[in-house]
């Protein structure tokens, strides 16, 4: 009698492994255009083998809840303007136009003015999960958040980072 063992593998297996078996500097290069922040990037490619996408993206969210502000402006550098248009043929500019595409030409003028305003109060640029959200929704939170003490702001600032982060890991893997 021949006993046959199949194993199933899924496709989310399948991106894990992928992505274990990647050099540590391919993995770091790969998280990047998700998050710029160097030390994230270098801490979960430190963790591989995740064996599941899921693995990966619990401990590429502690990760970024983990970065120290220093971290978060690193990645903030790497940021467009909201209603800039990014440029470039790269992966990151291509998720930004997708992630903006709320924001008409008509939307422009007023955020170029709210984020004088910001980068003029916080020192960084104005940083919003835009994904899915118009532009009258953002500008109203943009001239919210210009109420905020600097502390409030940086607490917003990072949970913004780790939504954003999250949903372009996500891309990375679908």
């Known amino acids: 009698m021949t006993v046959v063992c199949v194993l199933a593998v899924t496709e989310d297996e399948e991106d894990a492994v992928r992505f274990d078996a990647l050099s540590r500097a391919e993995a770091e290069a ?3 255009t998700c998050c710029a922040s160097r030390r994230w990037a270098a801490t979960v490619a430190a963790g591989r083998p995740y064996g599941s996408a899921e693995a990966l993206f619990a401990a590429a969210g502690k990760a970024v809840r ?3 502000w220093p971290d978060v402006e690193e990645a903030l550098a790497a940021h467009p303007r909201i209603g800039d248009r990014p440029r470039g043929a790269g992966r990151e ?9 709320g924001v008409g030409d008509a939307d422009r003028a007023a955020f170029a003015e709210g984020n004088v305003a910001y980068e003029n109060r916080f020192g960084h640029v104005f940083l919003i999960c835009a ?19 600097p502390a409030a702001e940086r607490h917003v600032v990072h949970g913004e ?12 893997f679908a």
């Open 161 to 172: 980072l780790v939504k954003i982060t999250e949903l372009r890991l996500r891309k990375l």
């Open 30 to 32: 790969e998280l990047r």
């Open 66 to 68: 983990d970065l120290d």
């Open 93 to 101: 500019s291509a998720w930004s136009r997708g992630e903006q595409s």
């Open 131 to 149: 994904s899915g959200r118009g532009a009258a929704e953002m500008l109203a939170e943009l001239r919210e958040r210009l109420g905020n003490d």
